[in-house]
C-alpha cells in the first residue's frame, strides 16, 4: 500500500473538534434545526477561512475534522459557530446561551492513521449513538460528500438576494463572495464545503479502503481517544512516572531504556487505557513512532 504523510495533503494543521454530548441538552429538534445548524457549519467555515474535511450533527453535540492555520484559528471557529447557532436557539425557542457553558473539544491529529481513524469516528458517530444501524442511513454528516457525484438541484448562494439569505440561511447577508451552492430546501450543499478530495486522498483515492475503514474502525477506542480524552490531560512527568511502574512490573524491575522496542509495544495498550494520554504524549514517554502506537491501539 502506498505510504501517505499528512504534509502530502494539506498546509496547515488538522484538528478534530466538537461539543461536549455529555454536558448538552438537545439542540437540534427538527430536520429545520439540522439543516439550520449545517448551514452555520458551512457559513462559519467560510468567515473563518477553515476549511472542513468532515463533520456530523447529532441532537445534542457536533464532531468537525478542520484544517486551520492554528489552533486559536480552530477556537475562533467553534466559538462563532456556537455563538450564531445560539442565537437561532434563543429565537425559535426561547433558550438563551444554549451553548455558552458547553465544553469544546480541540484535538490535533498529526498521523495519517490517525487522520483515517478520525474520519471512521465522526462518520460512525450515529451508529455509536444507537440512532441508526448504517451511515449511509443517517443524513447529518459528511458520509455523502466522498467517493460520488453530486446529482442534486442546486444553485449559487450568491444568485440570492439579501431578503432571501436573510430568510432561508438565517444569517446576515454578507456572503455576496461565498463560493457554496444551496438545494431548494434551504440546505447548503456538504459537497460545496467540504474538502472531499482530502479525504479521498488520504484513502489512496480507493473507495473501498475508505469503507473497509469505516466498518473496522473501534467505536469505543475512538470514543476514549477523541472524545473524551482531551478533556481530561496528564502532564508527560505523571505519564513516565506511571509508565515506569508498569514496566518494572512487567519486566523484572527494568526500566523503559532498557525495555526493546517489541516490549515497549506490549505495554502500549496498559499504559494508555490506566492514563489520560495520547498518542503523541505515548511517543515522546516510550520513543516509539506515531504510527505504530496508533496501529497497535486500532488493532
Known amino acids: 500500500?502506498?505510504?501517505?504523510?499528512?504534509?502530502?495533503?494539506?498546509?496547515?494543521?488538522?484538528?478534530?473538534?466538537?461539543?461536549?454530548?455529555?454536558?448538552?441538552?438537545?439542540?437540534?429538534?427538527?430536520?429545520?434545526?439540522?439543516?439550520?445548524?449545517?448551514?452555520?457549519?458551512?457559513?462559519?467555515?467560510?468567515?473563518?477561512?477553515?476549511?472542513?474535511?468532515?463533520?456530523?450533527?447529532m441532537s445534542n453535540h457536533i464532531h468537525t475534522m478542520c484544517i486551520c492555520r492554528s489552533r486559536e484559528q480552530a477556537e475562533q471557529f467553534i466559538k462563532l459557530f456556537k455563538q450564531s447557532y445560539s442565537t437561532y436557539l434563543k429565537r425559535k425557542y426561547g433558550l438563551r446561551k444554549a451553548l455558552h457553558k458547553i465544553k469544546d473539544s480541540i484535538s490535533l491529529i498529526d498521523t495519517i492513521q490517525y487522520f483515517r481513524n478520525c474520519i471512521?469516528?465522526?462518520?460512525?458517530n450515529s451508529i455509536s449513538a444507537k440512532v441508526c444501524r448504517k451511515i449511509e442511513d443517517y443524513p447529518w454528516s459528511s458520509y455523502f460528500c466522498y467517493f460520488r457525484d453530486c446529482d442534486e438541484d442546486y444553485?449559487?448562494?450568491t444568485s440570492m438576494g439579501p431578503r432571501e439569505i436573510r430568510r432561508v440561511l438565517k444569517t446576515r447577508p454578507d456572503l455576496e463572495d461565498c463560493p457554496f451552492t444551496i438545494n431548494m430546501e434551504g440546505m447548503i450543499s456538504p459537497r460545496s464545503f467540504v474538502a472531499y478530495e482530502i479525504v479521498e486522498k488520504a484513502f489512496?483515492?480507493?473507495?473501498?479502503?475508505?469503507?473497509?475503514?469505516?466498518?473496522?474502525?473501534?467505536?469505543?477506542?475512538?470514543?476514549?481517544?477523541?472524545a473524551c480524552k482531551p478533556l481530561l490531560g496528564v502532564n508527560d512527568t505523571d505519564l513516565l512516572s506511571s509508565t515506569e511502574?508498569?514496566?518494572?512490573?512487567r519486566f523484572n524491575g527494568k526500566?523503559?531504556?532498557?525495555?526493546?522496542?517489541?516490549?515497549?509495544?506490549s505495554i502500549i495498550k496498559t499504559v494508555f487505557f490506566n492514563?489520560?494520554?495520547?498518542?503523541?504524549?505515548?511517543?515522546?514517554v516510550l520513543g516509539l513512532p506515531r504510527d505504530i502506537i496508533s496501529r497497535i491501539l486500532s488493532s
Open 155 to 157: 444553485r449559487s448562494i
Open 120 to 124: 471512521a469516528y465522526i462518520l460512525r
Open 245 to 249: 511502574k508498569i514496566a518494572a512490573s
Open 255 to 265: 526500566k523503559i531504556a532498557e525495555l526493546t522496542n517489541q516490549q515497549k509495544c
Open 1 to 57: 500500500m502506498k505510504t501517505i504523510i499528512l504534509e502530502e495533503l494539506f498546509e496547515g494543521n488538522c484538528y478534530h473538534i466538537c461539543t461536549n454530548g455529555e454536558e448538552s441538552p438537545i439542540i437540534m429538534r427538527d430536520e429545520e434545526d439540522f439543516r439550520t445548524a449545517l448551514n452555520y457549519l458551512a457559513i462559519t467555515s467560510w468567515k473563518t477561512k477553515t476549511i472542513i474535511v468532515a463533520f456530523c450533527l
Open 275 to 284: 492514563n489520560k494520554t495520547s498518542i503523541p504524549q505515548l511517543s515522546r
Open 204 to 226: 489512496i483515492n480507493s473507495g473501498r479502503l475508505f469503507l473497509f475503514h469505516l466498518g473496522t474502525c473501534n467505536d469505543a477506542l475512538m470514543e476514549y481517544e477523541m
